[in-house]
T-cell receptor, first 115, second 115 residues
Framework: AQSVAQPEDQVNVAEGNPLTVKCTYSVSGNPYLFWYVQYPNRGLQFLLKYITGDNLVKGSYGFEAEFNKSQTSFHLKKPSALVSDSALYFCAGSFPTGTASKLTFGTGTRLQVTL | DVKVTQSSRYLVKRTGEKVFLECVQDMDHENMFWYRQDPGLGLRLIYFSYDVKMKEKGDIPEGYSVSREKKERFSLILESASTNQTSMYLC??????????????FGDGTRLSIL
């Protein structure tokens, strides 16, 4: 069965340092992969997606993600973290063996950026 | 900007009540989704709909039903509310084209407490 895993419940980083939030997937074939961010008491906001082509995808608020097929990973990155980036981040995948429009979500990673 | 509106931000109901959660989107999206979000479990799909009057069960449909009489509106119904249905409920919508490569757009959620 297809799945998405976020191995870290929480990531702590100092403001100005680079950040990485990890995501791996398990599926045969080529998935569509997404990152979302959730601020307190809000819904999820779309950050970026990988469909095909260039493995480095750029998204909103300076975030980017790198698709690595051999490692089945899609890690979210930002060169310089801001305190305002503190939020809950979800990785999600749409897999070709399932219903076309359904997303499978990871369990989320809480990013804490401190001064 | 896509607007997905959930009728209530906070809702308190009693065990055994029939509960209606309403969601409206303004972007003419074909797909609409209902998720519940619980700490440590991420988002789990309850039901989704890819057209008016069409619906499919998600991963956790037990105890829930849905209604989609108009394209822009998707309702989640708790037939007889139980305390284990206390959760954050998120509605989302997306375009059907692309076979799953379209991002979903989320409402701000309804935090439902069943007493």
């Amino acid at each position: 069965a297809q799945s998405v895993a976020q191995p870290e419940d929480q990531v702590n980083v100092a403001e100005g340092n680079p950040l990485t939030v990890k995501c791996t997937y398990s599926v045969s074939g080529n998935p569509y992969l997404f990152w979302y961010v959730q601020y307190p008491n809000r819904g999820l906001q779309f950050l970026l997606k990988y469909i095909t082509g260039d493995n480095l995808v750029k998204g909103s608020y300076g975030f980017e993600a790198e698709f690595n097929k051999s490692q089945t990973s899609f890690h979210l990155k930002k060169p310089s973290a801001l305190v305002s980036d503190s939020a809950l981040y979800f990785c999600a995948g749409s897999f070709p063996t399932g219903t076309a429009s359904k997303l499978t979500f990871g369990t989320g990673t809480r990013l804490q950026v401190t001064l | 900007d896509v607007k997905v509106t959930q009728s209530s931000r906070y809702l308190v109901k009693r065990t055994g009540e029939k509960v209606f959660l309403e969601c409206v989107q303004d972007m003419d999206h074909e797909n609409m989704f209902w998720y519940r979000q619980d700490p440590g479990l991420g988002l789990r799909l309850i039901y989704f709909s890819y057209d008016v009057k069409m619906k499919e069960k998600g991963d956790i449909p037990e105890g829930y039903s849905v209604s989609r009489e108009k394209k822009e509106r998707f309702s989640l119904i708790l037939e007889s509310a139980s305390t284990n249905q206390t959760s954050m409920y998120l509605c989302a919508s997306s375009f059907y084209i692309g076979g799953g490569n379209q991002p979903q757009h989320f409402g701000d959620g309804t935090r439902l407490s069943i007493l």
